[in-house]
């Protein structure tokens, strides 16, 4: 079947652009995490939806980052007044259910965004 | 807050020989995953652990977790080209995944 999908694989803007990402994660699967990731460190985690709801957030750098996930399975990463900082590839990842974090996570190729 | 340090950050090896990464939390984890990213690729999945001292193997590779459940590790025996990516480790506090710095694993053949 069909992996994890994130379009678009790559997004050049300009400094204090809106930008939008999004993730199509394996169907059936109730947990999907956003992560980023900079050139030589691991994945730094974002955001949690389990379902349709933002289960922990904690990982929103600023209030500049927000995520929706409306029914539960496409999801997307809005990022306001973009930051040359914000540069980073963008990680999706789901799982069968995300409880308790014990399963495994199938990984998007990711969107690489860079701000001019 | 929460960390997790990987080292050796990169590691060259000749064709045949082993290697082993470690992974090094400041709290204690639920669980751990290992993943490995090739160049240009995404992490893939490799093995979780959950339980205290626990030790998996996977053809030439052994995973290891402490008995504190705050460490790991990974050791491949006879290391062969395809083995070249970056290996992280995941530990899991609950809803959230903190990923290693990763090691960067070179094959010479």
């Known amino acids: 079947g069909a992996g994890v999908s994130q379009t678009p694989s790559n997004k050049v803007t300009e400094k204090g652009k809106y930008v939008e990402l999004r993730c199509d994660p394996i169907s059936g699967h109730t947990a999907l995490y956003w992560y980023r990731q900079s050139l030589g460190q691991g994945p730094e985690f974002l955001i949690y939806f389990q379902g349709t709801g933002a289960a922990d957030d904690s990982g929103l750098p600023n209030d500049r980052f927000f995520a929706v996930r409306p029914e539960g399975s496409v999801s997307t990463l809005k990022i306001q007044r973009t930051e040359r900082g914000d540069s980073a590839v963008y990680l999706c990842a789901s799982s069968w259910t995300g409880t308790g974090g014990y399963d495994e996570q199938f990984f998007g190729p990711g969107t690489r965004l860079t701000v001019l | 807050g929460q960390q997790v340090m990987q080292i050796p950050q990169y590691q060259h090896v000749q064709e045949g020989e082993d290697f082993t990464t470690y992974c090094n939390s400041s709290?204690?984890?639920?669980?751990i995953q290992w993943y490995k990213q090739r160049p240009g690729g995404h992490p893939v999945f490799l093995i979780q652990?959950?339980?205290?001292?626990e030790v998996k193997k996977q053809k030439r590779l052994t995973f290891q977790f402490g008995e504190a459940k705050k460490n790991s590790s990974l050791h491949i025996t006879a290391t062969q080209t395809t083995d070249v990516g970056t290996y992280f480790c995941?530990?899991?506090?609950?809803?959230?995944?903190?990923f290693g710095t990763g090691t960067s694993l070179t094959v010479i053949p």
């Open positions: 709290t204690t984890l639920s669980n």
């Open positions: 652990l959950v339980k205290s001292g």
């Open positions: 995941a530990g899991n506090t609950g809803n959230q995944f903190y």
